[in-house]
C-alpha cells in the first residue's frame, strides 16, 4: 500500500490493521495518522475484539461416523459378488482371521432360498381357453359373413327402390287405365286338382274416358291389388286358404307398364271355391271390368260361375 | 402376449410367485388370492404386455399387492405362521431354514420384499428397482441392512448348527 493515508481511505488500512496485515511501517502510519485524527480511531481499543473466534463445542459422535464395521460391507458385497478388486484384497486380508472366516460364511448361509416343495396347485383355474379356429373356419365364416352383408344391402336396395317404384308409380297411372286379365290356366300334371290364375296388369293407353277425374283415377289405381298385390292381396289368400297355395309377383323390367300377378290356385272343394270366386269378384269391384283373352275366356268364366 | 404364452406363464412363474407371495405374508390364503390377481391383471393387460416381461409383471404386482395389504391391514397376516413379534431364540431351532424364514419375518415390507427378490429370483438391483419402484441405491441399502439383520438374527454358527 503505497498511497498516503487520508480520510478517504483510511477504513481499508484500519481492516488491515485489524487483520494484521500490515507491515510495521504501514502500522506507524496509521497510528500517525489517527493520533492527527482521534475521532477517527476512538473506537479501536483492541483489535481482537473485531474477530469471531469459533465455539470450541466438538461433534460428539465421531466414532460412529468412523468405518469401524467395514468387514459386514464386505462381507455382503461378496455374498452379493458385487465386490471391487480392491474391496476383495481388503476382504482377502481380513479373512486371515478365523473369526472373519465364520462371519463370512454366516452371511452366505443368510442367503435364502425358496422352497421348491411348495406348489402353486390351482394352476389350471389361472388358465384361460385357447380357442383354435382353422383358417378354412375363418375363410367360411368370413365369406358368410359378407354374403349376409352383401344379402343385406340387396333386400334395402330392393326395397327402398320398391318403395320408390311405387310412388314413382302414382304418377304414372295417374294417367292409365288397366286391363286386366284373369284366366285359368290348368294344370298340366294334374288337371282336376290345380289352376293357375293369372291377374295382368298392363298398361294401356291413356284414353280411359271412365277415368276423367284425376282424384278418381288415384284413388283407382292407387287399389291395394293394383299398385301393391304382394302385400294387399296375400291377405285375402290367406282367407281362402288352403285354396291359394302360391302367390308370386312376376316382374318386368318396365314394371310400370306391365304387371303380372301369379296365384296359382289348388281346386279345392266347393266351399274353398266359393272363396275364391268371391275374391275374384272383389278384384273386378276394384279395378273394375275385367277383359280377358279371348283363348282362356272360358276358362275364366268357368270359374267366375 | 398371446393365450397360449399366458399360459404358459401360468406354468412357469405360477409357483414362484406363489412362494414369493407366501414368503411376504406368511399366509397361505393371502399368497393364493395374491396369485390369482396378480394373473387376473396379467391377463387383462396382456395384450400390452410383451411375453418376456410378464414374470416382472407378476413379481411387481405380487409386490404391490403384499405392501398394500400390510399397510391396510397388517391384521389379515397370520401371524402365527412366522410374524411372531417376539424374536425366538436360535436354541430352538435345528434347521438353518426354518430360522432363517422366521428372520424374514421380521424383516420390514420392504427388506423382506427385495431380499426374497434377489435370493430366490436373481433379480439384479435395478430389476428390484423397477419391480419394487425404488431406485438402485435404494435397493441395494434395503439389502443391506436386511443381511446384516439375518446375520444378527441367527446368531454365531454355533447356535445355529
Request: proline share 3%.
Amino acid at each position: 500500500m503505497n498511497r498516503m493515508i487520508n480520510i478517504k481511505n483510511y477504513e481499508a488500512y484500519l481492516l488491515d490493521y485489524i487483520e494484521g496485515n500490515l507491515d510495521s511501517s504501514q502500522e506507524a502510519e496509521l497510528l500517525s495518522f489517527l493520533n492527527r485524527h482521534p475521532e477517527l480511531g476512538k473506537d479501536i481499543v483492541d483489535p481482537d475484539s473485531y474477530k469471531i473466534v469459533p465455539p470450541t463445542t466438538g461433534y460428539n459422535n465421531n466414532e460412529s461416523l468412523k468405518k469401524a464395521n467395514n468387514h459386514s460391507y464386505l462381507m455382503i458385497s461378496h455374498v452379493e459378488k458385487s465386490l471391487t478388486a480392491f474391496e476383495q484384497r481388503e476382504l482377502d486380508s481380513l479373512l486371515c482371521d478365523d473369526a472373519m472366516k465364520s462371519e463370512l460364511e454366516m452371511y452366505h448361509r443368510c442367503k435364502l432360498s425358496a422352497d421348491s416343495n411348495i406348489k402353486y396347485y390351482n394352476k389350471n383355474k389361472l388358465k384361460k381357453a385357447v380357442v383354435f379356429v382353422p383358417n378354412k373356419l375363418k375363410y367360411a365364416i368370413a365369406a358368410t359373413i359378407a354374403l349376409v352383408i352383401i344379402s343385406g344391402l340387396a333386400i334395402n336396395w330392393f326395397i327402398e327402390t320398391s318403395a320408390n317404384l311405387n310412388q314413382k308409380g302414382l304418377a304414372l297411372y295417374s294417367n292409365i287405365d288397366f286391363e286386366k286379365t284373369l284366366h285359368r290356366i290348368n294344370n298340366p300334371d294334374n288337371q282336376n286338382t290345380k289352376s293357375i290364375v293369372e291377374i295382368n296388369t298392363a298398361k294401356t293407353k291413356a284414353n280411359n274416358t271412365d277415368c276423367n277425374d284425376q282424384n278418381n283415377i288415384i284413388k283407382k289405381v292407387y287399389t291395394p291389388v293394383t299398385l301393391l298385390p304382394m302385400s294387399k292381396i296375400k291377405p285375402k289368400i290367406i282367407e281362402i286358404e288352403p285354396c291359394i297355395a302360391q302367390l308370386k309377383t312376376r316382374e318386368i323390367p318396365e314394371l310400370y307398364e306391365y304387371q303380372t300377378i301369379t296365384i296359382t290356385y289348388k281346386k279345392g272343394n266347393e266351399k274353398e271355391d266359393n272363396n275364391f270366386r268371391d275374391y275374384f269378384n272383389k278384384l273386378k269391384d276394384i279395378n273394375g271390368p275385367v277383359k280377358l283373352l279371348k283363348s282362356q275366356k272360358q276358362e275364366l268364366l268357368s270359374l267366375n260361375q | 402376449m398371446n393365450t397360449k404364452e399366458y399360459n404358459k406363464t401360468v406354468e412357469q412363474f405360477a409357483d414362484k410367485v406363489y412362494r414369493f407371495a407366501l414368503s411376504l405374508t406368511g399366509n397361505k390364503h393371502v399368497a393364493e388370492d395374491i396369485v390369482q390377481d396378480s394373473f387376473e391383471r396379467l391377463w387383462i393387460n396382456h395384450g400390452d404386455i410383451a411375453f418376456d416381461k410378464a414374470r416382472s409383471f407378476l413379481f411387481s404386482t405380487a409386490h404391490n399387492r403384499s405392501i398394500d395389504i400390510f399397510r391396510k391391514d397388517k391384521r389379515m397376516v397370520d401371524t402365527d405362521n412366522f410374524r411372531a413379534e417376539v424374536s425366538i431364540s436360535v436354541d430352538q431351532y435345528s434347521d438353518l431354514k426354518e430360522v432363517l424364514h422366521n428372520a424374514i419375518g421380521q424383516l420390514n415390507d420392504v427388506q423382506r420384499s427385495v431380499v426374497l427378490l434377489r435370493d430366490y429370483e436373481g433379480y439384479s438391483y435395478q430389476e428390484i428397482a423397477d419391480i419394487t419402484g425404488l431406485n438402485e441405491t435404494q435397493v441395494k441399502v434395503y439389502i443391506f441392512r436386511a443381511r446384516q439383520f439375518l446375520k444378527q438374527y441367527i446368531g454365531t454358527m454355533q447356535n445355529v448348527l
